[in-house]
């Protein structure tokens, strides 16, 4: 009997995290994660990867116009900041008290 495999990895950026961008046009910046899309390894930031869209109208926008919106950005672009000193850090796992695997800060050890 053949082993399924787990196709999708596990990433180290949940929604709500604050994460900074450290490569791309909106290298520096830092916001809260809106959607994370795990199938295309990306997710949408808060005022990060601002573009602006050309909305036709339509019935439940009569007006249209341009909209800014937040893109996607690949998750390899961003670094979830440690809420404890305000720096971004890299993300590890280790098991808790309770024997459940937690994320931690691989700067300062202590659980996100």
Request: glycine share 10%; hydrophobic share 30%; net charge positive.
């Amino acid at each position: 009997m053949e082993r399924r495999k787990n196709k999708q990895q596990k990433l180290h950026i949940r929604k709500g995290d604050t994460v900074k961008v450290i490569a791309g046009n909106s290298k520096g910046k830092s916001g809260s994660v809106l959607e994370v899309i795990p199938s295309k390894n990306r997710a949408i930031v808060e005022g990060v990867n601002v573009v602006t869209k050309h909305v036709k109208p339509s019935a439940t926008k009569p007006e249209g116009g341009i909209e800014k919106t937040e893109a996607s950005i690949h998750i390899s672009n961003l670094m979830v900041v440690d809420p404890s000193n305000g720096e971004a850090t890299r993300i590890g796992r280790k098991e808790n008290k309770e024997g459940k695997l937690q994320r931690y800060s691989r700067k300062t050890g202590e659980f996100i």
